[in-house]
């Protein structure tokens, strides 16, 4: 049940009537029931694995909560009669049991995701060696779907669990409010991820119907239908045809341009719609997207894009992983035998290394997610390496304030940012370099402006909407500087909101990417 | 204090760390500062921050970091 769906609307018609009027007392299991309704509606099998996660989650976290409040208890009891060494190894011997609990359930979890995600992966790659040195002998692929959304609650999950380790959350004793959690449909199956102590709270309030926040919350979905199927998903045809017919030189050009803006309004459509269905039943799910493309280095960009995913590898991988124990040994070796310089800077090497194999890994298995993920990390470093450069560059200049300088920044990280994505838009490493590589050896740029472009599934009115519908996009980007858009078009007299909500709906039902024998595409994201 | 206001000022001497108390919100220290100043101070104040002190609580200022310094040396 896609969000574009005839379905999705008729599900969504009937969660809100009954969710609004059935008591308060009501709405959270009905929310459960709705997940699950929601989730099935992919396929029965994808519902187990869900509910494996949950059960297991919830009873480690139990265990833990168990555990640490046991130890609080001891420890007050015997407060006199124990000294700091007692209480220190005491302490010690507690955190092992919880550790226990917490890397059991994360090892299964991520097993779990493993199997299903990336077996067939490692099959792949054990298959090619076994060739390569001419052996038989090889290994069936298995046939399993992949659940929807499990990357995102499995990451959620997981957060919930070190949050409660590190004592930072509550462990949830309420098995269905846990389960809500994970399973909440509108941000299961392409996130944000969200942490336990910012979505729990407002999941499970009771929630009255209030007209403003309920328009709200269709006014945010309205916008995220705009971006998805007037931009995104007439995109799609453009560069389904360059990236499919193996187009060269400048096609690929203006493939990765339109894949990036493609990219943009599929992802950050997709989490309109759902933050807009959340708020429309009360409920704030935080925000994913902070104008990433107005970055104006890559280090911003990652700041601001994909939010929720981004903080959770930083909290629960790259700072559990830089400040670790065998990683200050790690540093203070690599002091002593590179040099102070070199070795302060290991930690953050080799951190930042991982996360960014982890981030590749996570979009997919596929060696081109794994190698975008590497390119990141090297630009990062090399940008973090060249600092001091700039900063002389920016006194010797003074060219920081100037707004042309800060356009350039950020058309610069914008480009950057298109060749990056060239990895998601090819299936293999080879077609990828590739393609790149021709951008500067087909030698036909002339097919941007010759009229070759209306030949790649986008007709001269498809690229004035596209005009158009970017235009929109940056002009509420632009606004949005200075505060919430939806708050200031409410504020405005009745003809005029009329006329740009309805205005908008029309864009939608008109200019929307459907047609005869047209089926939505689905949501990028949906596939990790 | 001071060990510390040489620290954060070295690595950023454009900041007046003394009374910044935003360094997380407003984005002035990110994550890769953060390591190196964690790395920092456990030389020099022999503590170890874990990654559960990593709250913008505790790094908003040279304040509330130096407070984290003293709870942890307190706790060792």
Redesign the interface.
Known sequence: MFFTSYEFFGFLTVLFLVYYLLPKRCQQPLLLAASYVFYAAAGLSGLLYILATTVTVYFAGLRIGDNLKRQSAYLKARKAELDKEQKRAYKESQMHVRRRWLVGCLLLNLAILAVVKYANFFIANVNSILSAFGGGGELSFLSLALPLGISFYTFQSIGYLIDVY???APAEKNLMRFALFVSFFPQLIQGPISRYGDLSETLCQPHAFTSRQFCFGLQRMLWGYFKKLVVADRVLAAVSTITGDQMTGGYVLAGMVLYTLELYADFTGGIDIAIGVAEALGITVQENFHRPYFSKSL?EYW?RWHISMCSWF???L???L??S?PM?RF?RFARKRFGEKVG??M??YI??FVVWFATGVWHGANWNFIVWGLCNFAVLMIS?ELEPLYSRFHQRFAVGGQSWYKFFRVGRTFLLICVLNLFDCYPTLSGTFGAFASIFTAGNWSVLWDGSLLSIGLSALDYGILAIGTAVMLGVSLVQRSGGVREKIAAKPYPVRFVLWYGLFLAVLLAGAYGVGYDASQFIYNQF | MEELLNILNEMHPDVDFATEEHLIDNMILDSLDIVSLIAEISDVFDVTITARDIVPANFNSAKALYALIEKLDNEA
């Open positions: 590190r004592g930072t280090k700041r930083r909290d629960y790259f700072y559990p830089s400040t124990k200050q540093t302060r800077r930690p953050v951190a930042t973090e």
